[in-house]
Structures are given as structure tokens and as C-alpha cells.
């Protein structure tokens, strides 16, 4: 691969807003407020999604000045996502800035960016991106949500599933067929459509089935060349989850690490035996291969560099056993109390599942990765 240049190391900016982002999220999102707002109809806080935007720009961060933003990049976003990932925060951040924010970042439209960017990036607009159906996949081939021309008029057909934060969204990115092939489309009249929200393993992270019935939409790019622009986008997000499931995976082993020091049995911290400090270690050195890889996609996104495909299948594949790993760690090196709902390590490891599917499972990015260097 490419050598990365000295930008791969954190500035003293980046190190600035990690600590600025830890502080605000520690303090919006601990424990208590995370199980609150699992249990609300909408699954995110209004006024800490409000002063995400206004105080501290996050939601702005990776999107140019001209469409409204900051004009930071993903290496910055990445730091964000890693913070989130530790305190589990709930909401719309990841699918609305993430990527319905990234696709249209991509998507070559820039009437569509101008119009719609300034509202992701001040958190006025959510936004949801519209691609699984019944099967699941986040592939070209399972798309069978239909679009019809009527004149200058484009209409929708057909079912998305599994959509991020699809039950509240302003805006949907719609990916469907037309006789030209895979179209993006936008739909902000979300009267004319039917949502339900599903039933999810992680409560922190909110999916719904979405129908459309001759729906009105907006073509977004050319007809029938949107794959390009949303496989790209696609692999942008997926780094940037690789890096949210580090810092979950790190979380995960504070945890332990912590409760292994104050646990005693037989007179002494179970932490001093053998088979959990040797667990730990283990755990330590996958979590900072892990972040290595994130990183690395996270700048090849950057950089829109020709590895980006392989190292965000690479990162995404890692990243979701190692954070898997460690969330089911943490819940053993617990005992009994950690299979309890009175303890934060469920949470993780629900989380921890779900993001491995997010976006498409390791095996899922194994396989890619494989193609995608010629093996």
C-alpha cells in the first residue's frame, strides 16, 4: 500500500477535539441518559443533537464551507465517531452525517449538495440513506425498489429495510432502479410514504422498514450511474464505523480492566490471575491493531486514495471481530453480574453485533477484500 504522509499521526487540533468531544459526550451521555433515551419514541435527544450542531459543529465537521460545513475532513469526523463509540451514544449521528452526509459528498450533484448539506451540517435536517431491502445486502444487485419518469416527474415503487434512523428522517436517499440502472434519488416529502420502525438488538441505534406507493422523488446525479459515487461512499462509511467500533472495543476493556482491579477472590484481585491479565493483554494488542487499521482506511478516505476499497473491507472485517471479542470479554471477565440488564456490558455487545452487520458483516468484507486485491 501507499505510504500514508505525516498527516496520519493526530495533530494537536485533533488531539484538542478528542478531549473537547470526550469531556461533551461523558457528560451528555453517560449510562443513565443512554438507557432514558432507549426507552423514548424517537431514540435521541433533541437538546444534546442541538448543541452538537451549535456548540461544537459536529454534525458540519467533514462537510466543506461551501455546502454549509467546516470544512474538516474524516480523519477529524473519525475522532468524533471513536468518542461516540465509547459512551454508546444514542441517535441519528452516524446515518444522517455518516452516510447520507458522505453519499451526497459523492454523488457529483452539486444543486443537490448545495440544497441539502446546510441542513445536515447545522442538524436541522436528518437524513437517512435508503439502499437494504428484505435480503439485507448492501449490494447493486439487490435492489428492486422501482423509479418511473413521468415527464419531469420521478416517482417511487417498492420497500427499503433495515434504513438507520428511518422512522424520523427529513430527507431519504433512495437508491432504485431505473431502466438506466442503480439512481439516487432524494425524498423530503415524507407524507407520502409509510414507515414502521423495527424491532432491533441495539436500541441505541434505531432502523426502519420504509414503503413507497408512487412516491414522489428527486433524481439526484445522472440516471442509472450512482453505483460509482455510492460504493465509494459506502466504503467512506465504512471506515468511519470501523473507528466508531474501536472506540467502543476500547471502552469494552476499560471496563474490564477497571472491574478486574477491584474484584477480589481467594484474597486477591482477580486481575493478578494469569488467565485474565494474559485475556486482557491479548485484547489490548487486537484493539490497537484495530485502530491502526481504521485509521488507515479512515485516511485513505481522506486522501481519496485507490486502497480506500480494500483497507475499509480490511478495517470494517477487523474491526467488527475485535469489537465483538471484546464486548463478550468484558461480559465473561464480569461473571454473572456482567449477563445482568442492571450492567453496562450488554449494551456493548449489543452494539457491537449490530455494527458488525451495519454496512455488511466480516465475512461479508472478507469476501470483498479478496476481490478487491485479486485473490
Given at each position: ?329 468484558n461480559i465473561q471477565i464480569h461473571g454473572g453480574i456482567g449477563f445482568t440488564w442492571e450492567h453496562p456490558a450488554h449494551m ?28
Amino acid at each position: 500500500m501507499t505510504d500514508i504522509p505525516d498527516g496520519f499521526a493526530a495533530t494537536d487540533e485533533q488531539n484538542e477535539l478528542r478531549r473537547t468531544v470526550r469531556a461533551f459526550f461523558e457528560q451528555k451521555s453517560p449510562e443513565h441518559e443512554v438507557r432514558r433515551i432507549m426507552e423514548t419514541p424517537d431514540g435521541y435527544d433533541r437538546a444534546v443533537w442541538h448543541q452538537m450542531a451549535d456548540q461544537l459543529g459536529l454534525q458540519g465537521l467533514a462537510i466543506p464551507e461551501e455546502f454549509g460545513g467546516s470544512g474538516f475532513g474524516y480523519p477529524e469526523l473519525g475522532v468524533v465517531l471513536e468518542e461516540a463509540g465509547r459512551t454508546l451514544l444514542p441517535g441519528p449521528f452516524f446515518g444522517s452525517v455518516v452516510l447520507a452526509g458522505t453519499t451526497l459528498l459523492c454523488c457529483g450533484d452539486d444543486g443537490a449538495k448545495s440544497r441539502y448539506l446546510p441542513g445536515i451540517a447545522t442538524g436541522e435536517t436528518i437524513a437517512a440513506l435508503a439502499l437494504t431491502e428484505q435480503s439485507g445486502r448492501w449490494s447493486s444487485e439487490d435492489v428492486q425498489t422501482s423509479a418511473r419518469q413521468d415527464g419531469a416527474r420521478w416517482t417511487l415503487n417498492g420497500s427499503k429495510t433495515f434504513v438507520l434512523d428511518g422512522h424520523l428522517a427529513d430527507l431519504l436517499l433512495v437508491v432504485a432502479r431505473t431502466d438506466s440502472g442503480i439512481s439516487l434519488f432524494a425524498v423530503d416529502d415524507t407524507e407520502r410514504l409509510t414507515r414502521r420502525m423495527l424491532s432491533t438488538l441495539d436500541q441505541t441505534r434505531r432502523q426502519a422498514r420504509i414503503d413507497f406507493a408512487d412516491t414522489p422523488a428527486e433524481l439526484i446525479g445522472a440516471e442509472g450511474r450512482a453505483w460509482p459515487a455510492l460504493s465509494h461512499a459506502l466504503d467512506t462509511a465504512a471506515a468511519c464505523l470501523a473507528l466508531e467500533q474501536v472506540g467502543g472495543a476500547q471502552r469494552c476493556l476499560e471496563i474490564a480492566v477497571d472491574y478486574a482491579k477491584t474484584r477480589h477472590q481467594f484474597g486477591r484481585p482477580i486481575g493478578s490471575f494469569q488467565a485474565i491479565r494474559h485475556k486482557c493483554a491479548d485484547l489490548m494488542l487486537e484493539i490497537e491493531c484495530a485502530r491502526g487499521a481504521a485509521q488507515y482506511a479512515v485516511h485513505t478516505a481522506a486522501l481519496r486514495m485507490a486502497e480506500l476499497p480494500a483497507a475499509a473491507s480490511l478495517a470494517k472485517a477487523y474491526c467488527s471481530d475485535v469489537y465483538t471479542k471484546a464486548a463478550a470479554a468484558n461480559i465473561q471477565i464480569h461473571g454473572g453480574i456482567g449477563f445482568t440488564w442492571e450492567h453496562p456490558a450488554h449494551m456493548y455487545f449489543k452494539r457491537a453485533k449490530s455494527s458488525e452487520h451495519l454496512l455488511g458483516d466480516a465475512a461479508y468484507h472478507r469476501g470483498l477484500l479478496a476481490d478487491r486485491v485479486g485473490i
